[in-house]
T-cell receptor, first 115, second 114 residues
Framework: DVKVTQSSRYLVKRTGEKVFLECVQD?????MFWYRQDPGLGLRLIYF???????EKGDIPEGYSVSREKKERFSLILESASTNQTSMYLC??????????????FGSGTQLSVL | GENVEQHPSTLSVQEGDSAVIKCTYS??????FPWYKQELGKGPQLIID?????GEKKDQRIAVTLNKTAKHFSLHITETQPEDSAVYFC?????????????FGGGTRVLVKP
């Protein structure tokens, strides 16, 4: 089974801190994604990556950056955390399938609270 | 960009009854419509999906229907069981050469009462 591991289940940070959220997948997937989940808003895409050292902005990239130095690892960085970034963060990976309509495999999420 | 609306936001059903969740999408070019189930403390998992060239798809107790003209699709769960209690998300995307950027609906919290 594919495993997507997020480094922390719960994280509490202070406003202005630099925050790193780490995600590792063990199935050699090319694609990796970061979503944030907020009640009533569903999952919104922050950034995604189709290859090592490659990144593309999603729908809500403001205030975030990402790093993908190795194929299995995709990091989300909050340069200066703010209270409106308090949320559940979900990492996902996928591999291009037939017709590039591939299944996403999600991690269990990191609940980030910014005080 | 694509916009996906999902209704209802919460749904309470008696065990054994059916549950229906509806989604509408805005981009007529979207051609892939998956449904994800998120259990408490876990990440979402794909439970069923449908492509635009198909009107209906079934997998045991779950089925998805798609109406491309009206731009809406629905998830049907029959004979609901307590383990069906979860949050369900619909999503839509367009076929791309690389990667699959999904736009998700707001989610439906389903509670199956024993």
């Amino acid at each position: 089974d594919v495993k997507v591991t997020q480094s922390s289940r719960y994280l509490v940070k202070r406003t202005g801190e630099k925050v790193f959220l780490e995600c590792v997948q063990d199935m050699d997937h090319e694609n990796m994604f970061w979503y944030r989940q907020d009640p009533g808003l569903g999952l919104r895409l922050i950034y995604f990556s189709y290859d090592v050292k490659m990144k593309e902005k999603g729908d809500i990239p403001e205030g975030y950056s990402v790093s993908r130095e190795k194929k299995e690892r995709f990091s989300l960085i909050l340069e200066s955390a703010s209270t409106n970034q308090t949320s559940m963060y979900l990492c996902a990976s996928s591999s291009p399938g037939q017709g590039a309509l591939e299944k996403l495999f999600f991690g269990s999420g990191t609940q980030l609270s910014v005080l | 960009g694509e916009n996906v609306e999902q209704h209802p936001s919460t749904l309470s059903v008696q065990e054994g009854d059916s549950a229906v969740i509806k989604c509408t999408y805005s981009d007529s070019a979207s051609n892939y419509f998956p449904w994800y189930k998120q259990e408490l403390g876990k990440g979402p998992q794909l439970i069923i999906d449908i492509r635009s060239n198909v009107g209906e798809k079934k997998d045991q107790r779950i089925a998805v229907t798609l109406n491309k003209t009206a731009k809406h699709f629905s998830l049907h769960i029959t004979e609901t069981q307590p383990e069906d209690s979860a949050v369900y998300f619909c999503a839509a995307s367009k076929r791309k050469a690389a990667g699959n950027k999904l736009t998700f609906g707001g989610g439906t919290r389903v509670l199956v009462k024993p």
